[in-house]
């Protein structure tokens, strides 16, 4: 499956952005799918999971009750939206599906999108 995310860009600290990540497959139901971020001179980290089907989700300590990750699996697309963003969020953000119902292990992701940069000016 290919995976083509956007809607990165410069935002100011307290903004707020849409990430989305459409899949190439009809069948995006099949997949868990992952959201990872890496920052300049760091390695990727988890962000966020949701289940196959919606309804489980799964967040890094550092996004929660700011970022949401939702499913329409109608629109074979996944979003993170990102609130009260901070400095610190600065990166590339990937999407991932994992043939499998959830994962928040990025050497489980089958599938990686090209990566969609957000940056958040103080």
């Known amino acids: 499956v290919q995976l083509q995310a956007s809607g990165g860009g410069l935002v100011q600290a307290g903004g707020s952005l849409r990430l989305s990540c459409r899949a190439s497959?009809?069948?995006?139901?099949?997949?868990?799918m992952g959201w990872f971020r890496q920052a300049p001179g760091k390695e990727r980290v988890f962000v966020a999971a949701i289940r196959r089907t919606g309804g489980t989700v799964s967040y890094a300590d550092f996004v929660k009750g700011r970022f949401t990750i939702s499913r329409d699996n109608a629109k074979n697309t996944v979003y993170l939206q990102m609130n009260n963003l901070k400095p610190e969020d600065t990166a590339v953000y990937y999407c991932?599906?994992?043939?499998?119902?959830?994962?928040?292990?990025?050497?489980?992701?089958?599938?990686w999108g090209q990566g969609t940069l957000v940056t958040v000016s103080s």
């Open positions: 991932a599906a994992v043939e499998m119902a959830i994962s928040t292990m990025s050497v489980e992701y089958d599938y």
């Open positions: 497959e009809r069948t995006l139901s099949r997949y868990g």
